[in-house]
């Protein structure tokens, strides 16, 4: 959407009216100007940052304002934080100090740095959730697959198999994950082993056909197509 989303909230609950923007997020950051910028913090007198937003973000009001030249006034104060190709991702607003004092050097350092370690775990989290995703495409496939699919690790051991692969060659999870293929003979293995190490080297889709042992000890020709997922 054009609106950023809270993710978290202090001192308020995230679903409170208070908190939510209403606002595009191409107006709030116009408060990311040079001008503004205080140690990686952005810190508008409430004028100023209407006349660059052109209109109230949230319903919220300060209540800890002061007086005096030092006194916090319903300034806006964020802290933003970028992705890794260095586009705005989100923002983290703090009001009502509980001094009534604009913040010093040192504040506004600590809070750059609660921005930073909040950009990076967000991060993690959207990894993560790409990464699990990810796994259970990868479990859906690999299950519903008619043809065998056996997955290695650089190592050249096992990490996985499907239903179809365990029919063909017919050796237990035990015999077979964690392991060099058990379907290929010791004489072969060599062979192996110099094939893998060129197929991670270079990358590139490999087809070949080979005489493999099943679990009953019978012999089974096998037509391969191998490719790195890395």
């Known amino acids: 959407g054009d609106r950023y989303r809270p993710v978290a909230a202090v001192g308020i609950d995230l ?33 100023q940052a209407l006349a660059r937003v052109g209109a109230e973000p949230t319903t919220y009001a300060s209540s800890q304002n002061g007086r005096g030249a030092r006194a916090w006034n319903r300034h806006w104060l964020v802290a933003p934080w970028r ?21 010093d050097r040192t504040r506004l350092q600590a809070l750059r740095m609660l921005a930073n370690h909040a950009a990076a775990a967000l991060a993690a989290a959207a990894r993560y959730e790409a990464l699990r995703a990810a796994e259970e495409l990868h479990g859906s496939m690999l299950a519903a697959s008619p043809a065998g699919i056996i997955l290695l690790g650089v190592d050249g051991r096992v990490r996985d198999w499907n239903d179809a692969a365990r029919t063909m060659f017919g050796y237990p999870d035990e015999a077979v994950l964690g392991h060099e293929p058990p379907w290929i003979t010791a004489e072969q293995r060599r062979g192996f082993r110099e094939r893998f190490a060129r197929l991670v080297a270079n990358g590139r889709v490999q087809e070949d056909v080979f005489s493999d042992r099943r679990a009953d000890g019978t012999t089974v020709q096998v037509r391969t197509t191998s490719a790195s997922t890395s």
């Open 15 to 47: 679903s409170h009216e208070d908190v939510q923007l209403d606002v595009p997020i191409s107006a709030l950051e116009r408060l990311f100007a040079p001008e503004f910028e205080r140690e990686g913090c952005y810190l508008l007198e409430r004028e």
């Open 83 to 103: 992705t890794e190709d260095g586009a705005f991702a989100g923002f983290i607003w703090v009001d009502d100090p509980a001094d009534r004092l604009l913040p």
